[in-house]
């Protein structure tokens, strides 16, 4: 073959190429989220989640389309959003939330449905097995209500003295109701009052540690939440202003400001949402997916939020820690 002829083919077979990857049929995902499309979401989740998908050869805008539904935190919306996914006759519908979950759950029992959350789904409910759950749902859970006893300890250990420690928790996620039974045994056991405060708004932040404040609360505990997570910033800046030691569920509040965090790594655990995603376009049914578990924790702690608050950080508490941030 000649030179000339053969650049000549060449081009053709790059363009030819070039017309089978833009025909390429692209599936459609719905993602149902109770998160907003900024913060938390952007910056961990929404990578996380594409990453599993490119891991597993699938690429948005190429052979993959994704429509989004985000509720911002006003959890009534997702049962509308999910029937919009619903309607648009979508492969599969990935919920990075427990809100979410239970509103795609409720819209359909024939798309595929996989979550990622940080509570028990057969003790909340979503699915009746961990190693062959029934129906259309599976997905992945790091188990953070096994943890919510060990939050309780940690902040035993910064203040042993305290008489009052607080929850915060989103009356709108049934996360609480199933792991504050737990996390209020634990604070028995060492002699501390629970005090649970919720809040599903910006003003009930605000309300809720007003409350702290005049019931002398000596510690925090802030419960795994969407509208929790998205509010990041101003939950810091408000335990800050209010001196009151806090200790949060995922590493990203203490590398923002957070005095501790004690938790999952969520990218790993929303990576493996994509992964379980890809593994349905490919022809797998939920039913053959067991829910993933993911129960490696980290303890980090902001020695500079601890300097800011006056406080000294116990010795056997900084023996713990798998990162000390100075």
């Given amino acids: 073959m000649k030179r000339r002829e053969f650049i000549g083919f060449l081009g053709w077979a790059m363009a030819w190429a070039s ?21 938390f979401f952007a910056e961990v989740l929404a990578p996380a989640f594409s990453q599993g998908l490119k891991d597993a050869g699938f690429l948005e805008g190429r052979n993959i389309s994704i429509e989004m539904r985000q509720a911002d935190g006003h959890y009534d919306r997702l049962p509308s959003l999910a029937a919009e996914l619903v309607g648009r006759n979508v492969a599969a519908i990935y919920a990075p939330d427990l809100p979410a979950a239970f509103a795609a759950k409720a819209a359909t029992q024939t798309i595929p449905i996989v979550f990622a959350t940080g509570a028990d789904p057969v003790k909340v409910g979503l699915v009746d097995s961990l190693s062959r759950p029934k129906g259309n749902l599976t997905g992945v859970s790091n188990f953070l209500s096994l943890v919510g006893p ?7 250990e910064l203040f042993p003295a305290a008489n009052t420690i607080a929850l915060l928790a989103n009356p709108d996620n049934v996360n609480i109701k199933t792991d504050e039974p737990e996390i209020r045994a634990a ?23 007003a409350t702290m404040v005049q019931h002398r609360v000596g510690g925090l505990i802030v419960m795994p939440d969407p509208f929790l997570f998205s509010r990041r ?4 800046v408000l335990a800050a202003r209010h001196a009151i030691p806090t200790i949060y569920p995922i590493r990203s509040f203490a590398d923002l400001g957070g005095l501790m965090s004690y938790g999952a790594n969520p990218f790993d655990l929303v990576r493996q949402a994509g ?36 406080l000294e950080i116990p010795d056997l508490l900084l023996a713990q820690a798998d990162e000390v941030i100075e």
């Fill in 187 to 209: 604070a028995d056991r060492l002699k501390h009052h629970l005090e649970l405060l919720t809040a599903s708004t910006e003003s009930c932040l605000e309300v809720a540690f």
């Fill in 150 to 156: 060990k939050w309780v300890e940690l902040l035993h």
């Fill in 233 to 236: 910033e101003q939950l810091i």
């Fill in 19 to 39: 017309g089978v990857r833009a025909q390429e049929p692209r599936r459609v995902i719905g993602v149902l989220s109770g998160f907003g499309s900024s913060g």
């Fill in 275 to 310: 992964i379980y995603v890809a593994k349905i376009l490919n022809g797998a049914k939920p039913t053959d997916l067991p829910i993933q578990q993911s129960t490696k924790v980290e303890l980090v702690v902001n020695l500079k939020t601890a300097k800011a608050l006056g």
